[in-house]
């Protein structure tokens, strides 16, 4: 009975990978952008020499005069007057390299770029990093299909892979198994059970890499349900020597408690 092994969602991650990534990149443009706006305006002290009428802050105007790259700029409106300034004052203004007669009120600080960086990095390194995770675990699952030793298992559960669930329901299951002889335990990749209806007490093979036994594959395409198995390695119901459904049968009732 050939089963195929089901990505478990995987792809689900890699396209968190690439809505982090689209958004990290949109707060680095965004911040490379601000930078440059910034970077464009240097500070220059200047002394005011009108304010006009209203002086509170955002109202009225104020002229101030300044020297910037060895010339002097006079009567330069700020676009807005300063609360608290009067005639004569002394005060640090932002004008622009390319022409110093425009006068920035303050310098640019936003902080989109900065939580879009944070997100964009939440959002891609998480599920990247269980991705990555996933792959090697993949990788190492092949390797030892490939060199691993056989070790015949018997089907113990099918249970249901709670690391991908859509609308509160998992999606796959894991087939969990045990060699023949009992000792430790096995589970499988996801895979559909709806696809690929398994019942325990079937048996498949289980390839571990003898250096490592914690690294091994359970090869999904050797399964065998139990009522195609041999005698010899099918399941028996029969109850064990000596079983009894009420261990106080046999005993008259005036020995029962």
Do not use: H
Not at 7 to 26: P, Y
Not at 27 to 51: C, D, F, K, N, R
Request: hydrophobic share 40%; proline share 10%.
């Amino acid at each position: 009975m050939k089963i195929r092994e089901s990505s478990g969602g995987r792809w689900i991650l890699w396209i968190f990978v690439a809505v982090g990534a689209a958004v990290f990149l949109v707060g680095a443009a965004l911040g490379i952008v601000l930078a440059v706006q910034s970077a464009a305006y240097a500070e220059t002290p200047a002394v005011v020499t009108e304010v006009a009428e209203g002086g509170g802050d955002g109202d009225g105007d104020a002229l101030v005069r300044f020297e910037f790259g060895g010339q002097t700029y006079s009567d330069v409106s700020l676009g807005y007057a300063p609360r608290g300034v009067d005639e004569g004052d002394e005060l640090v203004v932002l004008c622009k390299k390319s022409d110093p007669t425009v006068i920035l009120r303050e310098r640019i600080f936003a902080p989109l770029p900065f939580a879009l960086l944070g997100f964009g990095a939440l959002f891609c390194g998480i599920p990247l990093a269980v991705a990555v995770t996933g792959l090697k675990k993949q990788r190492k699952a092949k390797a030892a299909l490939r060199l691993g030793v056989p070790v015949l298992c018997r089907i113990t559960a099918v249970v249901p892979d709670i690391s991908y669930i859509v609308n509160g329901r998992p999606v796959c299951d894991l087939l969990l198994c045990r060699p023949l002889d009992g000792k430790g335990e096995y589970r499988s990749a996801p895979f559909s059970s709806a696809k690929y209806p398994l019942e325990p007490g079937g048996t498949v093979n289980v390839y571990v890499m003898p250096d490592d036994p914690s690294v091994y594959c359970v090869d999904l395409d050797s399964v065998t349900p139990p009522d195609e198995l041999p005698d010899p390695l099918r399941p028996s119901d029969a109850p064990p020597d000596g079983y009894s459904p009420d261990p106080l049968a046999d005993l008259p009732k005036k020995e029962r408690l």
